[in-house]
């Protein structure tokens, strides 16, 4: 459901907007890519984002453009947009990318489909991969050096979900007045008391990024060295 209290539906025959009681579907001539929408999304600032098997189209007026394309046509989806006014898509078995000027900022190796944003955290869930959380700055900083580790943790049967396969519908999370954020998985709605869980532990004052063999550089946990002297 958008601002204006349209409802836009995602088919395998293009997309639909709902609005005043008339329906206008949106199609190939429209500008869409692909007529199977894998799922729509409004910015902080208004605009419609489609999310398809061939790419993330955005609305200009009446008509859709292209906004990325992937090389390979793999599913990408529009996941959410991040405190700092960030748009990140899911792409299908790679991960998570911030989507700037139609091109990928790094894809980060994190499980899920859609972004929930509290404060300044970014929680992620989607597929069979639980409940992710990552810091909307942690994840930024992590785009200059992309070897590092990223800061996140993942929640998973240990903390209380039933099932870590989470519901692929939008939304499948969202936040209550009394600071709990709920979560849709196939074994049933997952809660999680977000004033009572520590602060992001972040990566650890000291850890290994990487190694010299034989004077060359290697990123650590990167590469297969075999046997050699460290």
């Known amino acids: 459901v958008a601002r204006d209290r349209s409802l836009w539906i995602g088919t395998t025959g293009g997309l639909t907007r709902l609005r005043n009681g008339v329906l206008r579907n949106y199609n190939a001539a429209d500008g869409l890519s692909n007529l199977t929408v894998a799922n729509v999304f409004q910015d902080n600032s208004g605009v419609i984002w489609a999310g398809a098997p061939s790419g993330v189209d955005r609305l200009e007026g009446d008509k859709f453009v292209a906004a990325f394309r992937p090389r390979d046509h793999r599913l990408v989806e529009v996941a959410g947009e991040s ?13 998570i990318s911030r989507l700037k000027d139609g091109k990928l900022m790094g894809v980060a190796r994190l499980k899920g489909t859609q972004m929930h944003f509290v404060q300044q955290d970014l929680w992620i869930a989607g597929g ?27 929640f998973g049967r240990a903390d209380g979900l039933l099932l870590e396969e989470c519901a692929a519908g939008y939304p499948n999370m969202t936040t209550t007045k009394d600071g709990k954020l709920w ?19 972040g990566k650890p ?12 550089t ?13």
Do not use: C
């Not at 290994?208 to 034989?214: L, R, T």
């Open 205 to 216: 004052f000291e850890y290994i990024s990487e190694i010299e063999v034989d004077r060359k």
């Open 83 to 95: 405190p700092l006014g960030d748009l990140y898509v899911t792409l299908e078995d790679l991960g």
């Open 183 to 201: 979560v849709a998985t196939l074994g049933g709605a997952a809660m999680l008391d977000l004033s009572r869980l520590p602060p992001a532990a």
């Open 128 to 154: 069979t991969g639980g409940v992710t959380r990552v810091g909307a700055a942690s994840l930024r900083s992590w785009e200059d050096k992309q070897q590092d580790p990223i800061d996140h943790t993942e």
């Open 218 to 230: 290697r990123n650590a946990g990167r590469e297969q060295i075999g046997r050699a002297h460290v």
